[in-house]
């Protein structure tokens, strides 16, 4: 059958009538397996107990069994004595030989005599094995000759050559084994039942299924202009809610592309026009000198088109973190030893305050570098001074970067994280925004403060002003580093 053909409501009742058979066949059969099971587990409880008191004494007289003629001996009297008494509740009782042979039993000892072998218990060697090894078993179910479900139960007897066996009706089973059959019965009018479901329940989903796959197929062409209707009642609705989203996500994301697009368009458009520009100076000039110096403005050029590709890139890559527990302060001293070789002589400071204790935190070092190296790098920009430290925080570690540039400006404080946002007339304005992205992949956050209410931590005193000041919260750790001497 080729399901993919068939209408909405005949998978509905499919769907249903199958789910119905599942649920009461299943259902039924297991539950009457427990119960079977429960009720036997029970029985064989009871079984392994009553031949335990039977034979809670030893044979008498410290015997070991019974040979032909004992059945006027006194003692197997009373051993027959004793196993008769259990026949309101037990079929037949025998004590046996380890060899298979009876010794004492319920019958009178002239249809069943000393020494007659028990061929009846040679169909269950497992669970005389069982008995003989551990002291008492119970047989599985079987039926008799007349069709009556039985079990066996044994008790050896205090570690001799003689067991105890209990034969015992189990036809209390049979109502429970008879419910099969109302099984099946209550299973075709579930199924019946499910199917008249199936098709009421498909009359009312099928219709806003409808809408919404047509829906689907005008974003899957590309037609985003028209919103996806929302559709009543809570599944369908809230599916509905989820493509309009989607729609609004695609959009944005189509968006965010055409701006990416443009802007990497402007920002490697003019690098270019600079290296066209001194090339062909450095084409026309015989000065060496002179040379010198536009070959270098090219390299500068280069490299400032090389770090643009690189921004658009890291921010189009997944950047998937390989977080492990490690001291915060040695990528924070790699990106400051980084910085410090791009200040060189720009006449710029970097003051790094970092506690003498580790902080240990869950996170990509590589990550972590690079998103401190960035921060650094944008204070550099801003201003003339910049501070790093790093502390903790109700069980976080904080890094601070603040620099005494001008600030953020009050407009762009709320967008200051997205990308393409900045107030540089240089650059793809993606730093913060892969700051952003990679503090979240690794469980971290990071903020803006405000100049005015920062009474977190005080600004350092040689800055000329307050400009601007990001923390980035990591999760910290109380484990140690695997590599930890």
């Known amino acids: 059958m080729n399901l993919s053909a068939l209408s909405l409501r ?123 090894e551990s002291g008492q078993a119970t047989t599985e179910l079987f039926r008799g000759d007349d069709g009556t479900l039985y079990k066996y139960a044994f008790h050896r007897l205090d570690q001799s050559d003689s067991m105890l066996g209990l034969l015992v009706r189990t036809d209390f089973l049979d109502p429970v084994l008879a419910l099969r059959r109302s099984i099946f019965i209550g299973s075709l009018l579930a199924a019946f039942l499910a199917a008249v479901l199936a098709y009421l329940l498909a009359a009312g989903v099928s219709g806003p299924v409808e809408r919404l796959s047509r829906s689907a197929l005008r974003i899957q062409r590309g037609q985003w ?70 070959l270098g403005r090219i390299r500068k050029e280069v490299e400032s088109l090389n770090g643009i590709i690189q921004d658009f890139l890291s921010f189009a890559r997944p950047m998937e973190p390989q977080a492990v527990i490690h001291d915060l302060r040695e990528p924070l001293r790699e990106a400051s030893e980084l910085l410090q070789m791009e200040l060189g002589g720009n006449g710029g400071r970097l003051q790094v305050d970092l506690p003498g204790e580790p902080i240990q935190v869950r996170a990509d070092p590589d990550h972590v570098k690079r998103i401190v190296l960035n921060l650094l790098r944008n204070g550099a920009h801003a201003g003339r001074h910049v501070h790093l430290s790093a502390h903790w925080h109700n069980g976080e570690a904080v890094i601070t970067v603040s620099d005494d540039g001008e600030g953020v400006p009050r407009e762009m404080r709320e967008r200051i994280f997205e990308p393409f946002v900045t107030d540089k007339e240089q650059g793809a304005g993606l730093g913060l925004a892969i700051v952003d992205r990679l503090s979240r992949v690794n469980g971290g956050r990071i903020e803006l403060s405000d100049p005015e209410n920062d009474g977190a931590e005080p600004w350092p005193e040689d800055f000329d002003g307050a400009g601007a000041r990001f923390r980035v919260y990591l999760q910290g750790s109380d484990e140690l580093p695997l590599d930890l001497d």
């Open 225 to 294: 202009d028209r919103p996806v209707v929302e559709e009543g009642g809570s599944e369908v609705g809230r599916l509905s809610r989820a493509m309009e989203r989607m729609r609004l996500g695609i959009l944005q994301r189509d968006e965010q592309l055409r701006l990416m697009l443009a802007q990497v368009a402007h920002e490697i458009r003019n690098p270019l026009g600079g290296l066209e520009l001194f090339a062909s100076a450095a084409m026309e000039s015989d000065d060496p000198d002179e040379r010198r110096r536009i």
């Open 10 to 132: 005949r998978k509905f009742a499919i769907a249903f009538v199958a789910f119905s058979l599942l649920l009461t066949v299943g259902g039924g059969m297991l539950a009457l397996q427990v119960t079977s099971r429960a009720l036997e587990s029970e029985l064989d409880e009871k079984l392994l107990w009553m031949a335990g008191a039977t034979a809670g004494a030893a044979l008498p007289g410290g015997e070991t069994g019974f040979i032909r003629g004992d059945e006027v001996d006194r003692f197997w009297l009373i051993w027959q004595e004793r196993l008769r008494a259990f026949l309101p509740y037990v079929e037949e009782a025998y004590i046996f030989h380890e060899e298979g042979y009876v010794q004492v039993s319920t019958l009178p000892a002239s249809d069943l005599p000393i020494g007659t072998p028990l061929t009846a218990l040679f169909a269950f060697p497992s669970a005389l094995a069982e008995a003989w």
